[in-house]
């Protein structure tokens, strides 16, 4: 597991990106529940995932952050990265970010893309 800390920080909320290798559905219900033992991110207020595997099966799942899962698995397919999941956590700082919230999606699975082995 490779996790990425304080990508983003914006009007209270912070942002940080997590990810590795899967091979199906059931890895990624694994790598979650792995992530969720710390307890920081179980408490976080979204844990949003994406995963295109080898098979072209697309998983997702904004975990209530409307939206996040579809734009994470668009830039997984254009990255062209396939078993592997990609999941930003936000914790919310009290502040509704609107659109704004995309772009930080975006910030933290681009950073990830950056540094993922090839």
């Known amino acids: 597991m490779r996790q990425i800390l304080n990508v983003v920080s914006?009007?209270?909320?912070k942002y940080a990106v997590s990810g590795g290798p899967v091979a199906g559905r059931a890895d990624?219900?694994?790598?979650?529940?792995e992530l969720k033992r710390e307890k920081k991110f179980a408490k976080?207020?979204?844990?949003?995932?994406?995963?295109?595997?080898?098979?072209?099966?697309?998983?997702?799942?904004?975990?209530?952050?409307?939206?996040?899962?579809?734009?994470?698995?668009?830039?997984?397919?254009?990255?062209?990265?396939r078993d592997t999941i990609v999941v930003v956590t936000r914790w919310y700082g009290g502040v509704h970010l609107g659109g704004d919230r995309f772009a930080h999606i975006v910030t933290c699975t681009r950073r990830f893309l950056a540094e993922a082995p090839r």
């Open 28 to 33: 990624c219900a694994d790598f979650l529940a």
């Open 44 to 81: 976080a207020t979204h844990n949003s995932w994406a995963c295109l595997l080898a098979d072209g099966t697309a998983l997702k799942d904004d975990d209530g952050e409307s939206g996040a899962g579809v734009l994470i698995l668009k830039m997984l397919e254009r990255a062209g990265l």
């Open 10 to 13: 914006d009007r209270g909320s």
